[in-house]
């Protein structure tokens, strides 16, 4: 045992960082094993914190098991407060909410919790730790448990919402189409409406196949945001402008539209929210910190211009799209007068690496609209975000 935590930990951080320059030497993030590197990224945080118990109770817990499992239950517990404390909050938070998803601020403690005999001298403190970390965890790790608001009623209105990730631009143009007809949505709100480039999103004009491909549909198009609605849009509005240096053209938060929904007008948000990091930078460069710097200001004031124009809006409200945001963080209190859609047990929506652990993409409704069923769908490798559909009527 001792001889394999000893190994662990040089063997974990050794490989860590060996992962991490050839990445971003490489530029190629997942050159090897997959979501291999990512597991090993997932380690780390935990590992390092707990060395500092592991060497401060050396003398009150000898036995190396017992304080190897104190140490554990303790990283987890500070980890799972310091999300609490901080994601959201301040920049320098960005880089490890997302080195670790938030389902292992759940799923650390609950292994650790039933294992805490095993650590004989110091179970008390394990268990005591593990329960308070699982307690916490539960509210940053976005599981959900609970179903959806009952029967669909007759018109309800079905919305479909997905980042498509570059468009068809680098996909086969007739599997993309194919995939977005087949929903056969009510409400469309698409973001990266867009080409991948430098200063992306690059424009894109294709109205005369979007008029072909879904006909009768009214077509609204903002910085890549693209809504397609069969009912008639009364109003649209550009929602947060912003400034983002590391992409000029995409300047807003949100694409509102108003609808005319059977007598009643209904505020559609289309979101995407700026990215919270770029990997074009190395981490051990300046420059890669004050992108994120840069970005999580920015990345507020859009937050904050939505909120207010939310809470202005006297119609049912909906919003959705990529949020780049993860559940539990202080950003989302902007938005705390809004029910968030749930249904599958853990709504990730972000795969990368072929890991799909973290949720992005979120849909928000006002207390008028009853949301009767909520889903998310592959994308089928036209992209890295799940789709997400439901059903909604007025309450």
């Known amino acids: 045992m001792r001889r394999t935590l000893t190994w662990a930990a040089v063997a974990v951080p050794a490989a860590w960082l060996a992962v991490t320059v050839v990445n971003w030497l490489s530029g190629d993030f997942w050159w090897w094993g997959g979501g291999a590197p990512l597991v090993v990224f997932f380690a780390v945080p935990l590992l390092v914190v707990a060395a500092a118990p592991m060497v401060l109770l050396r003398r009150r817990v000898p036995s190396r098991r017992d304080r190897a499992l104190v140490s554990l239950a303790a990283a987890a517990l500070v980890l799972v407060a310091a999300r609490w404390a901080l994601s959201g909050r301040t920049w320098l938070w960005v880089v490890p909410d997302l080195v670790i998803p938030p389902v292992l601020f759940l799923l650390v403690p609950a292994v650790l919790l039933p294992a805490a005999p095993l650590a004989r001298g110091a179970r008390r403190w394990t268990a005591a730790l593990a329960a308070g970390a699982l307690a916490l965890g539960a509210t940053q790790a976005g599981v959900h448990v609970g179903g959806g608001g009952g029967p669909a009623p007759p018109g309800a209105v079905k919305v479909v919402s997905w980042d498509a990730y570059c468009w068809d ?5 007739e599997q993309f189409w194919r995939y977005l007809k087949k929903w056969r949505a ?4 698409l973001q990266e409406h867009s080409g991948c480039g430098p200063g992306a999103p690059t424009p894109i004009d294709d109205a005369d196949r979007l008029r072909r491909e879904f006909p009768g549909h009214h077509i609204t198009t903002l910085d890549g945001l693209l809504t397609l609605s069969r009912f008639p849009v009364t109003a649209r509005a550009a929602v947060g402008e912003t400034a983002n ?3 000029p053209s995409w300047r807003h938060a949100a694409l509102r539209t108003d609808l005319a929904i ?11 929210l700026f990215d919270q990091l770029y990997l074009s930078a190395s981490p ?3 420059r890669f910190y004050q992108a994120i710097a840069t970005l999580d200001t920015a990345r507020k004031a859009q937050f904050d211009a939505l909120a207010a124009d939310l809470a202005a809006n006297p119609n049912p409200v909906v919003a959705a799209g990529n949020f780049n945001t993860l559940p539990g963080t202080g950003h ?4 705390d007068g809004l029910t968030a859609a749930q249904g599958p047990l853990l709504p990730a929506t972000l795969s990368f690496a072929g890991l799909r652990l973290w949720r992005m993409d979120w849909t928000f409704t006002s207390p008028e609209l009853a949301v009767h069923d909520y889903d998310l769908h592959s994308p089928d490798g036209l992209s ?12």
């Open 245 to 247: 240096p590391y992409a």
């Open 332 to 335: 989302l209190r902007a938005l």
């Open 169 to 173: 631009t680098d996909d086969d143009p």
């Open 186 to 189: 009510d409400v469309y709100l």
């Open 284 to 286: 051990l460069s300046p």
């Open 384 to 395: 890295t975000h799940h789709l997400q559909e439901l059903l909604i009527s007025e309450v």
């Open 262 to 272: 059977g007598g009643h007008t209904v505020s559609v948000y289309n979101v995407h």
